[in-house]
């Protein structure tokens, strides 16, 4: 069963920085299509970014240049680097895994408890 741990949300002001950290147990981001997606109340949920198990990624066009997706080589850790980060980041960031060497169509099964972020001057 994997499990999926988030940390490294709070509070920050407009143009900062906040770098997410997703601990993998149970399973590894070899093995699983792994993304980060965000959740306003009363909003859908929104993919923010997501790295397939060849290291491919892709992101949402609201956080291209600002956001980045990585994982550590071991396959245990998921990161989101967030740059400039603005009002409408504001969210509770998921981390979900999915089977899957690609992330296309790919049903994320997996999902840790969110780690809120507030962008907030």
């Known amino acids: 069963q994997v499990q999926l741990m988030e940390s490294g949300g709070g509070s920050v002001q407009p143009g900062g920085s906040l770098r997410l950290t997703c601990t993998i147990s149970g399973g590894t981001s070899k093995w699983h299509c792994m993304a980060w997606i965000r959740q306003v109340p009363a909003k859908e949920r929104e993919r923010v970014a997501r790295?397939?198990?060849?290291?491919?990624?892709r992101y949402a066009d609201d956080v291209k240049g600002r956001f980045t997706i990585s994982k550590d080589d071991a396959g245990n850790t998921l990161y989101l680097q967030m740059n400039s980060l603005n009002l409408d980041d504001t969210a509770m960031y998921y981390c979900?895994?999915?089977?899957?060497?690609?992330?296309?169509?790919?049903?994320?099964?997996?999902w840790g408890q969110g780690t809120q972020v507030t962008v907030s001057s």
């Open positions: 790295i397939d198990t060849v290291g491919g990624t």
């Open positions: 979900a895994a999915g089977t899957g060497i690609y992330c296309s169509g790919v049903y994320f099964s997996y």
